[in-house]
């Protein structure tokens, strides 16, 4: 199938961009990576009357280190991402991520903001920034308002942004010295889709392991900031039957749900099964670290 009928416009300055979205009632939606866009063009499931092409604003564009954070434009690309030593120095968990993100080819046209745009729940950025707590940045003509990942994401493929808005960029908390960090995902082939997966935020404390913030997501509408987790310590010998009853209290909080990808019960014994491993890898991780100590 072909795309159906729709106006181009392709503005130079941001301002010229959220002028196009004034008044917009979902008519009009914005294109920077395109990579899911033009796919549900194609097969009609998209329709808008405009299509705002935001490719040559180039204030929307960068990574760069701020007080703050590390921010993220709204044209920053996943392989720009995938290869940036800032990202990997000061925000790991996203660079730990980013492999699993599609293929290469998706990879070099998608953006970080797309995705949390659009709000995937098998999708592996949402996952981070709320495991992470990112600031996403909405602006539309004469505002600008900042909203936590974790309160943008409010169910399938729906956020807090208006039809008005668009993301500019997000910011990453840059990470401190005694966190660690575990990400992994299930899916049928090596960039498809997850079934299930991970993205883990945690304190440590020599070996041990506490403030955990475990969030759970393709097996939910969105990504899942478990509980139970929050108030959980793994200790440095803790055991394998202790992790996998640590992860069968985490996995409770799941509702997940049933689809072509499988039952949702199924998927509660694989983001246990996943969940026993990575902690009990970070855990290794972190005793690795402390004997490396003088």
Do not use: W
């Amino acid at each position: 199938m072909k795309a159906p009928i729709f106006i181009y416009k392709r503005p130079a300055s941001l301002d010229e961009a959220l002028a196009l979205l004034v008044d917009n009632d979902g008519g009009t939606q914005v294109l920077a990576g395109g990579q899911s866009l033009l796919a549900t063009l194609n097969m009609r499931l998209s329709s808008p009357a405009i299509l705002v092409d935001i490719n040559r604003i180039t204030v929307l564009q960068g990574i760069e280190a701020r007080d703050d954070g590390i921010r993220l434009g709204a044209l920053v690309r996943h392989r720009e991402v995938l290869t940036s030593p800032l990202v990997a120095r000061d925000v790991p968990l996203l660079a730990m991520a980013l492999p699993y993100v599609a293929h290469m080819a998706v990879r070099n046209r998608g953006t970080t903001c797309g995705s949390l745009a659009l709000a995937d729940p098998s999708a592996e950025m949402p996952a981070v920034a709320v495991a992470l707590n990112a600031r996403i940045v909405l602006e539309k003509k004469g505002a600008r308002r900042s909203v936590t990942a974790r309160d943008f994401f409010q169910g399938l493929y729906q956020t807090a942004r208006d039809d008005d808005e668009m993301i500019t960029e997000v910011i990453f908390p840059k990470a401190d010295a005694d966190e660690a960090f575990g990400f992994t995902e299930l899916s049928r082939r090596h960039g498809d889709f997850a079934t299930v997966g991970l993205a883990i935020r945690a304190r440590k404390a020599g070996g041990a392991l506490n403030d955990l913030d475990v969030i759970i997501f393709g097996s939910e509408p969105c990504p899942l900031h478990s509980p139970a987790a929050a108030g959980i310590s793994i200790a440095s010998n803790a055991s394998d039957k202790d992790l996998t009853e640590i992860a069968a209290t985490i996995t409770a909080d799941m509702e997940p749900m049933d689809n072509h990808q499988g039952r949702g019960e199924t998927k509660r014994a694989q983001a246990a099964t996943l969940l026993r491993r990575t902690l009990k890898d970070m855990q290794q991780r972190a005793l690795a670290l402390e004997a490396a100590q003088p």
